[in-house]
């Protein structure tokens, strides 16, 4: 017997065929069903990586941030520091002339500034706070409203930036706002404290603990309550920013309140 | 998948189903698992029906996917199949002039046999002694060289003899 011979036998095992358990529409239902369920895990698979990507950079950034204050950490993006501040500077609405020349000694260290400081969590420099010793924020309490519309008139470039709580230790009864800014050789925190008339300095003073190389300035406003105005260096930054507008922004805002 | 690629589907199904059934049964040896095998390979042809391009190869795919699904089915842990050394009882040797009888004793031993061949060569040997496919094809089908096809043919009918005795002594000479 030969091969064809062993194919009969096959075929002679499945002469009798018992009728389907399944038909056409079956097959199409569970096509139907696979294809669904095939979609689903398509759109849940790319949630997932999203998300999973969303965490792996939101926890860089906290990581990137909580250590700012280290120079190796900032030191890759400060290349592109002057590239493009060029517009905010321009709207600086105060006369440069008048505060260059208290920054001459700040501005002939290379400047230290990170590229791009929203990417490095602006919303977050402040109210991460303690950058050198015992800055935590008291008193000052939520950023407020009306500082931050009057120092946004007064220094437009703060106008596009998220106003934060004001990052230095305030004096209990003190209003004050932070916002984060950068021009072209410096960058970090602009922080301007209401100071109430009968706050007592010697225990609280706001510019006792700053970033070093920070500019501050003070004025009195009419009813005797003090302006305290402090720009600091952050996140690697040897220059803070606008440090020549701080006393006439102190200025200023001593005026209107 | 639009009107005419389901009335194509649909008489492919209907012209096949039987054959491809009676493939996945003497690959499983039961007919719901069989069942099951079939609409497995339907399945996917019908969600791939639109991508395959040439529709000649319709019966090379479903052969495929019944294959595949058998050996996948075997490595489950609940379906895994087990090797004993002593069958289960089948019918009984066929008395002298009971041809009906004599039908039947060999195809349950045929089964038999089939059920102790390793589920790759027992592949082989359906789709070369069932499905008529040369060695060429079967490798084609199986993914694998043509001379693993002729040892899995040569090992699988060996088995086959062993267990049908004197009913397979024709086999020798087909291997």
């Known amino acids: 017997m030969d091969e064809r011979k062993v194919a009969d036998l096959f075929r002679e095992a499945v002469h009798e065929v018992p009728p389907a358990s399944f038909d056409h529409a079956d097959v199409v239902a569970e096509s139907g069903r696979q294809s669904a369920r095939a979609r689903r895990t398509l759109l849940a698979g790319s949630a997932l990586g999203v998300s999973v990507l969303l965490g792996a950079g939101a926890a860089t950034v906290a990581l990137w941030t909580g250590s700012g204050g280290t120079a190796d950490t900032a030191s890759a993006p400060m290349a592109g520091a002057g590239g493009n501040n060029g517009a905010v500077s321009s709207e600086v609405r105060l006369p440069s002339a008048a505060g260059e020349g208290s920054l001459a000694a700040d501005e002939a260290s290379p400047p230290s500034v990170p590229s791009d400081a929203p990417k490095q969590g602006g919303a977050s420099i402040g109210q991460a706070g303690p950058s050198g010793s015992g800055s935590t924020p008291q008193g000052c309490g939520q950023a407020d409203r009306e500082l931050v519309a009057a120092l946004a008139d007064e220094l437009p470039a703060a106008a596009g930036s998220d106003p934060l709580p004001a990052n230095l230790n305030c004096p209990i009864g003190s209003r004050g706002v932070t916002v984060v800014l950068r021009d072209e050789v410096g960058f970090g925190e602009f922080t301007v404290v209401l100071v109430p008339v009968d706050a007592d300095l010697t225990k609280q003073d706001p510019t006792r603990v700053v970033e070093a190389g920070s500019v501050t300035a003070t004025a009195r406003t009419a009813d005797g309550s003090q302006v305290i105005v402090v720009s600091q260096p952050k996140l690697g930054a040897t220059v803070p920013p606008f440090g020549w507008a701080v006393q006439p922004v102190a200025d200023a805002l001593a005026g209107r309140f | ?175």
């Open chain 2, 1 to 175: 998948m639009d009107q005419r690629h389901e009335q194509e589907f649909a008489e492919y199904f209907t012209a096949r189903k039987d054959a491809v059934r009676r493939t996945a049964y003497l690959l499983c040896g039961d007919w719901h698992r069989a069942d099951d095998l079939a609409q497995t390979a339907f399945v996917s042809l019908h969600r791939h029906w639109r991508k395959i391009r040439d529709h000649g190869a319709l019966d090379a795919y479903v052969r495929r996917s019944v294959v595949r699904a058998m050996i996948d089915e075997t490595r489950r842990p609940w379906r895994r199949e087990r090797f004993v050394p002593e069958l289960p009882d089948r019918t009984g040797p066929a008395t002298d002039g009971d041809s009906v009888g004599e039908t039947v004793a060999t195809r349950s031993a045929l089964l038999d046999g089939l059920r102790r061949v390793p589920p790759r060569q027992r592949a082989v040997l359906v789709l070369r002694f069932l499905e008529g496919l040369d060695v060429a094809a079967t490798a084609d089908t199986l993914g694998c060289s043509e001379g693993t096809v002729k040892s899995q043919t040569s090992r699988g009918l060996d088995t086959l003899r062993e267990v049908l005795g004197d009913a397979m002594d024709d086999l020798r000479s087909a291997s």
